[in-house]
């Protein structure tokens, strides 16, 4: 069964930095790419970040661009969203994704950018 859990998330001031982790298990992790998502209150779920098998190549999207970094450790089926110099705006709840057959989703993490 695939499994997903995120953690890391909490609550961050204006220009922290919070590290999110997702460990993943069920499924081959190293011949999937892995995803970031974001839902922000009152918004649509938006992709944040993508994560190829060796992570050798990532998309991050652009409105975090600069900011955010993705990757991935294989041997700890572990994929990282490491967020720096945060703003009100990346309040949301954030989650990760693997597509194995269909998307699965983990329970996200909530983070929280407030002074």
């Known amino acids: 069964q695939v499994q997903l859990v995120e953690s890391g998330g909490g609550l961050a001031q204006p220009g922290g930095s919070l590290r999110l982790s997702c460990a993943a298990s069920g499924f081959d992790f190293s011949s999937n790419t892995m995803y970031w998502y974001r839902q922000a209150p009152g918004k649509e779920r938006e992709l944040v970040a993508m994560?190829?098998?060796?992570?050798?190549?990532?998309h991050i999207a652009d409105s975090v661009k600069g900011r955010f970094t993705a990757s991935r450790d294989n041997a700890k089926n572990t994929v990282y969203l490491e967020m720096r110099s945060l703003h009100y705006e990346n309040t949301a709840v954030y989650y990760c994704?693997?597509?194995?057959?269909?998307?699965?989703w983990g329970q996200g993490t909530q983070v929280t950018v407030s002074s």
């Open positions: 994704n693997v597509k194995v057959d269909r998307p699965h």
């Open positions: 994560v190829l098998t060796q992570g050798g190549f990532t």
